[in-house]
């Protein structure tokens, strides 16, 4: 399986900032370490061009973001403090979702070692998330002929609010998000599928209902191509979780979904989305749960 990689993906944040920026180059070595990818599979995007951004985002927000006119305000919004590296780290990581979206394309599979960026609206940033990943990459390989029909699978422990509200009208991109129903966002948009969840839940209720809701969009969706933000934040003792999935659980979600797609041959884009365990070595190991499961179902 080829990957999305750059050391790029992460750059300096404040002492003390609640996202774990430094999580994407742990990921990588955790995999590299344990032979999940060798270096052959890993392809170094470059950064995503404005006109492609401009495919979803305002030119007033890609505007203020190239040149640092962002308010205090929106920064705050946003969760990160603005400067040219997280620019080019968000610009990088756009374009290695659309790359991954043309490895599943090519080869059934295709991963980016970030992405998910799902609180990324067409004119503003929010929760930690500066552009929307899926969103460009869906807009710029339809323009080219490549898909028409989209599931987005977001399992992440918060709704994909931006992604819902930028394809609200688009029948042709079907979003499904399972989430904790009294996290953040606390004003929720609509997606094609909303799978609510109270706090606490456990493993055994998770994937009962995961299971059947993914029943419901695969026939629903019928798709050309699966974006799954597989976002690790609903284990327990995340910071921002507030969901009780055991390691286990995650391992059983993860190649849940993956057999789901395995089985019907839909090409899948593998995607990290959230995550705030103990340390950013801690959510690493926990994302490289989906690349241990993707080598396990796919071979």
Not at 67 to 88: A, C, I, N, S, Y
Not at 200 to 208: F, I, K
Not at 229 to 236: C, E, Y
Not at 269 to 284: C, D, I, Q, R
Request: proline residues 6%; contains cysteine.
């Amino acid at each position: 399986m080829r990957v999305s990689f750059r050391p790029g993906y992460s750059i300096p944040l404040p002492e003390g900032h609640p996202f774990p920026i430094d999580k994407f180059t742990a990921l990588h070595e955790i995999l590299v370490r344990e032979g999940v990818i060798c270096w052959q599979d890993v392809v170094g995007p470059e950064e995503v061009s404005w006109k492609d951004l401009k495919r979803v985002h305002s030119r007033e927000y890609l505007s203020k973001l190239r040149d640092g006119k962002l308010t205090p305000q929106e920064q705050r919004r946003m969760g990160l403090p603005w400067t040219p590296g997280l620019v080019r780290r968000s610009r990088l990581a756009v374009q290695g979702t659309i790359n991954a979206a043309r490895f599943a394309l090519e080869d059934g599979l295709g991963a980016n070692l970030a992405g998910g960026t799902h609180h990324a609206f067409a004119d503003r940033g929010e929760g930690f998330c500066v552009l929307n990943d899926v969103a460009v990459a869906i807009r710029v390989l339809r323009r080219q002929g490549l898909i028409r029909r989209v599931l987005v699978v977001d399992l992440d422990v918060h709704q994909g609010n931006g992604t819902a509200a930028i394809f609200k009208d688009d029948p042709e991109v079907y979003t499904f998000s399972a989430h904790g129903a009294k996290n953040f966002p606390f004003r929720k948009e609509e997606s094609s599928y909303d799978l609510p969840l109270p706090d606490g839940m456990e493993d055994g209720d998770y994937l009962s209902e995961t299971e059947a809701a993914l029943h419901l969009v695969f026939e629903a969706s019928r798709p050309d191509l699966i974006f799954y933000l597989a976002g690790v934040d609903p284990v327990a003792g995340d910071r921002f979780g507030r969901l009780n999935l055991t390691r286990r659980g995650l391992h059983e979600r993860d190649r849940l979904v993956l057999q789901f797609t395995w089985r019907t041959g839909i090409p899948t884009v593998l995607l990290l989305s959230g995550g705030y365990a103990k340390t950013p070595w801690h959510t690493a190991d926990l994302h490289a749960v989906l690349q241990r499961e993707a080598r396990y179902v796919y071979g």
